[in-house]
């Protein structure tokens, strides 16, 4: 077969063995053991050489064959993934529905659970939670949230552990709240619109036919002055809506850099700070404030349960306090929507808390408790 595929190489074969057989059988002995030492020698020289350079290429090139500047590659792992999850969550006009959340939240029957029950029980709110994308902030959370919902994203920051409850104004709350700032900015500069939420904040209905639609930024208020343009109002920043575009990148870029001339103060508190500079007025940036009747809380509640869209559990420390009456509100509205036509027409019906979250005692209710039945989700 080598020969009829090397001629020439065949005939140099032969030629060199004929030669050998003439010699002396000392001098042909010495011959053979030097070409066998030399193609051992070559033959080490050279699986070396390959060993070593493609060991070098899979070191220093693990891109192709071109340097890649030291953690490039993980950060641009990191944001295909946030991509991914991103995509997967959004509607067709490129919009998603945010919350955060970390392990003293996501415990089981704890606060999330609340919040996924609401969406599940409120009207036209259940299909929101294809869109919604829950951003949790230490690795048990992100498990919990994997167990119980489809877009799971994870935002650990190294050397931070954000998986206890943050007391209000403490260091770790405020590094967790600034934290949040810079992550939906950068939400923003990737084409998306989001409705950010709290995790306390009940959804009972679809609160997107009660948004503006020519605002960039709107926001919740903990009081609202009854004009929705006004600066006067009060924002609370566990509930707002923005539309991706530079106005707003450019305003979320200002309010997290706003951080150091106001040191110890979280971004709601920067936030009413800077709402008067004139340079959100210089970027062009359109402000709504979101109506109470809508959008209320535990500071200041929607009073007809014919309009409520979301319940937010502010002006309220501690977790065992926003349980308590957070369980009271879906307690309220599962009975409030088993009511007959004419009574919730009524308006006759309110809500029982604030309770535990407020410093009186008491407060008057018009809703009868439940009975001590489960009712059947809807």
């Known amino acids: 077969m ?7 190489a065949g005939n140099a074969f032969s030629d060199f063995a004929s030669a050998a ?7 042909t002995l010495f011959l053979r053991r030097s070409v066998a030492a030399f193609c051992f020698f070559a033959a080490i020289l050279f699986v070396y050489n390959s060993v070593r350079f493609f060991a070098d290429t899979s070191v220093t090139n693990p891109v192709g ?41 996501a415990t089981p029957n704890s606060i999330f659970d609340l919040f996924l029950e609401s969406f599940r029980i409120g009207l036209h709110t259940r299909r929101l939670l294809d869109h919604l994308v829950v951003v949790a902030l230490d690795d048990k959370a992100y498990r919990r ?15 931070i552990d954000f998986s206890k409850e943050a007391y209000f104004m403490t260091p770790d709350y405020l590094k967790m709240m600034w934290r949040r700032i810079d992550f939906l ?6 084409g998306y619109n989001f409705v950010f939420t709290d995790a306390d904040v009940m959804w ?19 009081h609202f002055s009854g004009n929705s343009s006004t600066m006067h109002n009060r924002p609370n920043g566990g509930f707002n809506y923005v539309k991706s575009n530079n106005r707003s990148i450019e305003f979320y870029k200002f309010w997290y850099s706003s951080q150091e001339n106001y040191p110890g103060y979280h971004d709601q508190d920067v936030l009413n700070f800077i709402k ?21 809380g535990l500071c200041e509640p929607s009073k007809d349960l014919n309009e409520v869209c979301t319940m937010h559990a502010n002006c309220c420390y501690g977790i065992n306090s926003k349980l308590h009456d957070l369980k009271i509100m879906l307690q309220d509205w599962k009975l409030f929507m088993s009511l007959p036509l004419s009574l919730k027409r009524s308006q006759a019906y309110t809500w029982r808390v604030p309770m535990n979250c407020s410093l009186s005692a008491f407060h008057p ?14």
């Open 65 to 105: 064959f071109f340097p890649v500047p030291d953690g490039l590659s993980s950060q641009v792992s990191e944001e295909s993934r946030l991509e991914k999850v991103l995509n997967d969550a959004a509607t067709e006009d490129k919009t998603i529905i945010i919350t955060t959340l970390n392990d003293a939240w």
């Open 365 to 378: 209710a018009k809703i009868p408790a439940e009975s001590d039945e489960e009712e059947n989700e809807n």
């Open 21 to 27: 057989a003439d010699m002396p059988s000392e001098k």
């Open 145 to 159: 949230c994997l167990s119980l919902h489809l877009h799971c994203y994870a935002l650990l920051t190294e050397g």
């Open 276 to 296: 008067h500079d004139p340079y959100i007025t210089e970027m062009g940036l359109t402000v709504r404030f979101l109506d109470t009747a809508y959008f209320g």
């Open 204 to 222: 009972f209905r679809d609160p997107f036919p009660r948004f503006f639609p020519e605002a960039d930024f709107q926001i919740a208020c903990d």
């Open 185 to 190: 900015r950068s939400v923003l500069e990737m």
């Open 2 to 8: 080598l020969r009829s595929l090397f001629p020439s």
